[in-house]
């Protein structure tokens, strides 16, 4: 007996992930990167920065959770940001 896999089985979903750069929310949101950077200056979802001591810039990351949950308030008539 032999084994085959399905070729029309969808493939196995990926799980979301936990944090996103910034390029990566704009793609997924369709968000500008200056209204993401506003966004989180009004913090209307969670980011961190990682940089090392002394260094003036760092890698920007957002909660993609948080920002998923945010754009979902939007749809349901939330309050404009």
Same mark, same amino acid.
């Given at each position: 007996?032999?084994?085959?896999?399905?070729?029309?089985?969808?493939? @196995?979903?990926?799980?979301?992930?936990?944090?996103i750069?910034? +390029?990566?929310?704009?793609?997924?949101s369709?968000?500008?990167?200056s209204? *993401?950077?506003?966004?989180?200056?009004? +913090?209307?979802f969670?980011s *961190?920065? *990682? &940089?090392?001591?002394?260094?003036?810039r760092?890698?920007? *990351?957002?909660?993609? @959770?948080?920002? &998923?949950?945010?754009?979902?308030? +939007?749809?349901?008539g939330?309050?404009?940001?």
């Amino acid at each position: 007996m032999s084994t085959t896999t399905d070729p029309i089985a969808p493939a @196995p979903a990926m799980p979301e992930p936990e944090w996103i750069r910034v +390029k990566q929310a704009v793609a997924w949101s369709g968000i500008s990167e200056s209204t *993401l950077y506003t966004l989180m200056a009004a +913090k209307r979802f969670k980011s *961190l920065t *990682l &940089r090392e001591r002394g260094q003036a810039r760092g890698t920007r *990351l957002i909660s993609f @959770p948080s920002l &998923r949950a945010f754009l979902e308030s +939007k749809a349901e008539g939330g309050m404009e940001p």
